[in-house]
């Protein structure tokens, strides 16, 4: 079956960055983009972009382009999210996602 | 690129039907669109129910209900989860989303609070 496993929860400062880890198994790594989807406390789903993990290439949402970085290891099926230059509103929960499939969330707390 | 509206909140009597709905912003039609519909319950990452493009092409999540169901509202541009049979359990959050194929982006709506009474 697959499955998503996210690295552990983090605390940052504002302005550090941070880089969140997606093992997938159960399925060809390759074979499907990765998305990210981040949420707030007490608030919606917001869509960070994805990657492709065959060839690399990455699409970002607007709000995040510049400050997202979408990678992978294909020999050990995971993609990463880093975001850089934090900030207290970046305090929420990161999921991956391919398809229909979650990964459990990463929860990133930014305080100083 | 499409914004998907949808009210914040919605409260039903166990046993009722409830239909909550998923506006397509203008300029977009919803029959052009998959709308995908995922159930969140505090602590836990959403939950894919299914999906519904059209009555031929839908589609149910692994272990959903047949008593959740997808369909469209073309004269109000939205698509619309059908929840029948309320049960206390369904008490949760939902959000729709789509993939918008010309942008290459997903876009979610805002999440409606569903509370069983």
């Known amino acids: 079956q697959v499955q998503l496993v996210q690295s552990g929860a983090e605390v940052k400062k504002p302005g550090a960055s941070v880089k969140v880890s997606c093992k997938a198994s159960g399925y060809t790594f390759t074979g499907y983009y990765m998305h990210w989807v981040r949420q707030a406390p007490g608030q919606g789903l917001e869509w960070m972009g994805w990657?492709?993990?065959?060839?690399?290439?990455?699409n970002y949402a607007q709000k995040f382009q510049g400050r997202v970085t979408m990678t992978r290891d294909t020999s050990i099926s995971t993609a990463y999210m880093e975001l850089s230059r934090l900030r207290s509103d970046d305090t929420a929960v990161y999921y991956c996602?391919?398809?229909?499939?979650w990964g459990q969330g990463t929860l990133v707390t930014v305080s100083s | 690129q499409p914004v998907l509206t949808q009210p914040s909140s919605h409260s039903a009597s166990s046993g009722a039907s409830v239909r909550l709905t998923c506006m397509l912003s203008s300029g977009f039609s919803v029959g052009d669109f998959w709308i995908r519909w995922y159930q969140q319950k505090p602590g836990n990452p959403p939950r894919y129910l299914l999906y519904?493009?059209?009555?031929?092409?839908?589609?149910?999540g692994s272990g959903v209900p047949s008593r959740f169901s997808g369909s469209n509202d073309a004269s109000a541009n939205a698509g619309i989860l059908r929840i029948s049979g309320l049960q206390p359990e369904d008490e949760a959050d939902y959000y729709c989303g789509t993939w918008h194929s010309n942008s290459k982006i997903r876009v979610f709506g805002g999440g409606t609070k569903l509370t069983v009474l």
């Open positions: 519904y493009h059209s009555d031929s092409n839908k589609g149910q």
């Open positions: 996602a391919r398809d229909n499939n």
């Open positions: 990657i492709n993990p065959n060839s690399g290439g990455t």
